[in-house]
């Protein structure tokens, strides 16, 4: 009695899929070729069901993929977003949500108290744009600082600063929160400067950007300031108490003991 080494037709399949780097196609290829065999599909619909598994795997693979180099700080979405609940009117919200602002490389300044929903909100619009198919670079100002630092010593900032514009839409999220080093100062009018005109820049601050001349010196304020919102939508939240402490006093903020 013999046994046959010779692999069967599914398995050449599989293993053509492998070398041809077709991950998805191949994931799925044997139940849909089963399902293809029992219920008499057309060829061409089994192999219309596969390509398209490969391409709905490779969308899912570059939006995880643009969402893990944004570099967004918790994973907020829009899916927990309370429209309702927050101070920025619901016509303005929704034509954020629209993304056409980025797509016209205007920039967004959102100002306003601690705990309005800013970051949010924020996050959860770089969270539509990866899903929308664009680029996003998540930062704070101290970040931003970092760049300058690591570049300096080689002289390459002007190139680190150029590979951030690369992405459709930066975001810089919680200026003012912190006093502004020189190093943030100077990483953050050289984003605003390269960024202008030629990709969309959003920020969230505590202060007015008009008050900026508060966090690091006025000249460079001015000038940084001035390419900011001369293509910029400027939303202002208010509030007198923090989501998060409403949501920490009614016991939202954990999940309950025991």
């Known amino acids: 009695m013999s046994t046959s080494l010779e692999a069967s037709p599914l398995e050449e399949v599989e293993a053509h899929l492998r070398r041809l780097r077709l991950p998805y196609l191949r994931s799925a290829a044997r139940d849909v070729l089963a399902t293809a065999k029992a219920q008499r599909w057309?060829?061409?619909?089994?192999?219309?069901?596969?390509?398209a598994e490969e391409v709905a795997g490779r969308d899912r693979?570059?939006?995880?993929?643009?969402?893990?180099?944004?570099?967004?700080p918790s994973g907020k979405s829009f899916e927990a977003?309370?429209?309702?609940?927050?101070s920025i009117p619901a016509p303005t919200q929704r034509a954020l949500r629209t993304l056409e602002w980025?797509?016209?490389r205007e920039n967004l300044a959102l100002c306003g108290p601690s705990g309005t929903g800013k970051s949010h909100f924020l996050e959860a619009i770089g969270s539509a744009a990866v899903e929308r198919g664009l680029k996003v670079s998540w930062f704070s100002l101290e970040s931003l600082?970092?760049?300058?630092?690591?570049?300096?010593?080689?002289?390459?900032?002007?190139?680190?600063?150029?590979?951030?514009?690369?992405?459709?839409?930066?975001?810089?999220?919680?200026?003012?929160m912190l006093p502004v080093g020189a190093e943030a100062a100077e990483a953050f009018y050289r984003l605003i400067?390269?960024?202008?005109?030629?990709?969309?820049?959003?920020?969230?601050?505590n202060l007015?950007?008009?008050?900026?001349?508060?966090?690091?010196?006025?000249?460079l304020a001015t000038a940084t300031v001035d390419r900011l919102l001369h293509h910029a939508h400027v939303v202002v939240t208010e509030?007198?108490?923090s989501f998060r402490l409403a949501e920490a006093t009614s016991g939202k903020g954990v999940v309950p003991l025991g």
């Open 145 to 176: 600082g970092a760049v300058i630092r690591r570049h300096r010593a080689d002289d390459s900032v002007g190139k680190a600063i150029a590979r951030i514009c690369r992405a459709d839409l930066v975001v810089v999220d919680d200026i003012g």
């Open 81 to 86: 977003w309370d429209e309702k609940a927050s």
């Open 193 to 205: 400067d390269a960024a202008y005109e030629r990709r969309s820049v959003a920020v969230s601050s």
């Open 208 to 219: 007015h950007p008009a008050g900026f001349d508060e966090l690091m010196p006025k000249t």
């Open 102 to 104: 980025v797509e016209r």
């Open 42 to 51: 057309d060829p061409a619909e089994a192999l219309r069901v596969l390509l």
């Open 239 to 241: 509030g007198d108490k």
């Open 61 to 72: 693979a570059m939006v995880a993929n643009r969402r893990r180099t944004a570099g967004f």
